[in-house]
T-cell receptor, first 116, second 113 residues
Framework: SAVISQKPSRDICQRGTSLTIQCQVD?????MFWYRQQPGQSLTLIAT?????????ESGFVIDKFPISRPNLTFSTLTVSNMSPEDSSIYLC?????????????FGQGTRLTVV | DAKTTQPTSMDCAEGRAANLPCNHS???????VYWYRQIHSQGPQYIIH?????ETNEMASLIITEDRKSSTLILPHATLRDTAVYYC??????????????WGAGTKLIIKP
């Protein structure tokens, strides 16, 4: 299992500003994932962050809007840039452990972002 | 795009078995079915996963049809703390040895006393 800590847990931000969300894992992991969960919706993968390489973004998400850092095997940040009210969502950090063909994902508690 | 469809919401009486259905008719032969749940204001929590065979753990059972086009998550004795949104997910290959979880819309399960 993994313990994942996200900071901040929630924030209210002005439009046009940026917020950086931190994700700390209690063990070393190769792959970390950032998800967005819009109000009342399911989870959508934003990007996969591998240590030592650029993040891989899913369709509809771009690096300029959601820059990601992955300086080591236990830490990552996601920045939501030039925010608008449409960015109001829960942002979740996740890691996966693989054992053979089995994969289990663990999630942080999420960062609840409100843009006003 | 989601590869699963689930009912939007369900009720279940406390102490009874909660049966949550999921359709995944386009699932490929090597794609696993995962179930997670999300209790209000928390991150998703892993429940169970399977490929072909039925699976059981301390939390739940997963029944997968022989054609793999649908599955049912069973919480054998539901408690009030099982009230949550339950997500049926397909794990797909995303290039090379990488995999991605494709999340369904989820079923809001309400356990009633």
């Amino acid at each position: 299992s993994a313990v994942i800590s996200q900071k901040p847990s929630r924030d209210i931000c002005q439009r046009g500003t940026s917020l950086t969300i931190q994700c700390q894992v209690d063990s070393q992991v190769t792959m970390m994932f950032w998800y967005r969960q819009q109000p009342g919706q399911s989870l959508t993968l934003i990007a996969t962050a591998n240590q030592g390489s650029e993040a891989t973004y899913e369709s509809g998400f771009v690096i300029d809007k959601f820059p990601i850092s992955r300086p080591n095997l236990t830490f990552s940040t996601l920045t939501v840039s030039n925010m608008s009210p449409e960015d109001s969502s829960i942002y979740l950090c996740s890691v996966e452990y693989r054992l053979g063909l089995n994969t289990e994902a663990f999630f942080g508690q999420g960062t609840r972002l409100t843009v006003v | 795009d989601a590869k699963t469809t689930q009912p939007t919401s369900m009720d279940c009486a406390e102490g009874r078995a909660a049966n949550l259905p999921c359709n995944h008719s386009t699932i490929s032969g090597n794609e696993y079915v995962y179930w997670y749940r999300q209790i209000h204001s928390q991150g998703p929590q892993y429940i169970i996963h399977g490929l072909k065979n039925n699976e059981t753990n301390e939390m739940a059972s997963l029944i997968i049809t022989e054609d793999r086009k649908s599955s049912t998550l069973i919480l054998p004795h539901a408690t009030l703390r099982d009230t949550a949104v339950y997500y049926c997910i397909v794990r797909v290959r995303n290039g090379g040895s990488n995999y991605q979880l494709i999340w369904g819309a989820g079923t809001k399960l309400i356990i009633k006393p």
